[in-house]
């Protein structure tokens, strides 16, 4: 008469050191999407005469408050 050894679930074969890559993962996708929910609206402007613009150093102002 055999006896089979006991079936070992698919939770005790499972590694703590998995623990670490999961948290990792979950703290990486949750300052994403901070990240993503956080950041402003873009927008683009397109000059036909960029003369006088110097990147870096000419302000933008729309109705006298300065955006860029």
Sequence with gaps: MRIDPPQRSFWR???VVWLVPVVA???SLGIAWQ???ER???IQIA???ASGVVAGETTIRYRDVVIG
């Design 13 to 15: 074969n499972l590694s």
């Design 25 to 27: 993962l979950v703290v």
């Design 35 to 37: 990240t993503f929910a």
């Design 40 to 42: 402003g609206v873009q």
């Design 47 to 49: 000059f036909t005469n």
